[in-house]
């Protein structure tokens, strides 16, 4: 049994140029869709997920599902360095109490405000962070009303700019002094401070949000999590940083997803239909050939798996070129609320390999489903009665 030539198909489509580029357009704007969704949903996961490290264990009241609403007494702080497979700088342990609130701040260049986080730290939080560098300025100084921005927001909102003042609370002016960034982590969408200062704004003596610290390796994470959760009577947890991260990623990943999968799958019906219609009309239009093709002794089946591979190929097509324009989603950077902390982030597209793949597969299925019923009746189609016709 021979098969049709694969020109035969790709000629077709050439001539057909009008509906062939309706078609394209409908599974290209599919395709972006989809890969643009799944490539914010990525940029979420991998942004939070910079901000942890394997080695770094975060304590929060248990029950929390985010430092926002936690909470641990001042004298706890020490306790919980102090406790075995913490790291040290000498004498030192490495770790601290750090405090975090959110506050609501005049955007720019749209109307409204948004939630921004604030994190109180101290002095000493590059040893705690070292992928923390300040690109401008300075750190802020201890106990002065002045912070530094991540650079995800600086000039995102009034007044977080590098030598601007804005209020963390009313009447509590703060200046900024400094930049940093951090590897694109979600920490470049924060505002830092010195921790007392926030604390006195918000009145929160005598307790911090969470504390961090430094473990002399990741597989000690075990034993100091035993310690920190064995007293029942204090109430505290224990996470691996990284851990913790990847759950504040969650709800808004699993929201872009669903509702970028929603999306595409209602553009998809419409763009399934359109191709459908176009293999309908160009089998209506190509009955002579058809017919042609089965007197010179081809199959039922190999016309239609010609129709297919002319269907997906139109599919692929489009599907190439909304990849190809999803690709360019790179260079754009949109605001989010994460859903754990309700505040503002600020996120890029990431593609991948496997994000591309996909959102061309999903082409491919689309051209296989448009196609399949017309290539049925192109192979049904009776020599005699064509060629009469």
Known sequence: MSMIPLKYNLRSLLVRKTTTAATAFGIAL??????????????VKRTMANAGRADVAIVMRKGSDAELGSGVDDPQVGVIKSMPGVKRDGNEPIGQG????????????????????????????????????????????????????GKAIEGRF???????????????????VGVFEDNGSSHESEVWLDRDVLKTSFGREGSVSSVRVVLESPAAFDAFQAAVEQDKRVGLMALRETVYYEKQSQGTSIFIQVLGGLIAVFVA???????????????????????????????????????????????????????????GMGAVKVTMINFASWSEMVFTFEPTVPIIGSALGFAVVMGILGGFLPAIRAAGTSPLAAMKG
């Open 30 to 43: 599919v395709v972006w869709v989809l890969a643009s969704a799944f490539m914010l949903s990525e940029s």
């Open 98 to 149: 750090e405090i975090v609130v959110v506050a609501a701040m005049e955007k720019l260049g749209t109307d409204g405000v948004s939630n921004v986080q604030l994190r109180g730290v101290d002095e000493k939080v590059e040893k705690l962070r070292p992928n923390v560098k300040v690109v401008r300025g300075r750190k802020p100084t201890p106990g002065a009303d002045e912070v530094m921005v």
């Open 158 to 176: 009034k007044g977080v700019a590098m030598g601007q003042s804005f209020e963390i609370k009313k009447n509590r002016p703060v200046t900024v």
């Open 269 to 327: 019906f419409g763009a399934i239909i359109g191709a459908a219609i176009t293999m309908y009309a160009s089998i209506a239009n190509r009955r002579r050939e058809i017919g042609t093709l089965r007197a010179l002794g081809f199959s039922r089946f190999g016309i239609l798996v010609s129709f297919l591979i002319e269907s997906t190929a139109l599919a692929l097509g489009g599907g190439i070129v909304g990849a190809v324009v999803s690709l």
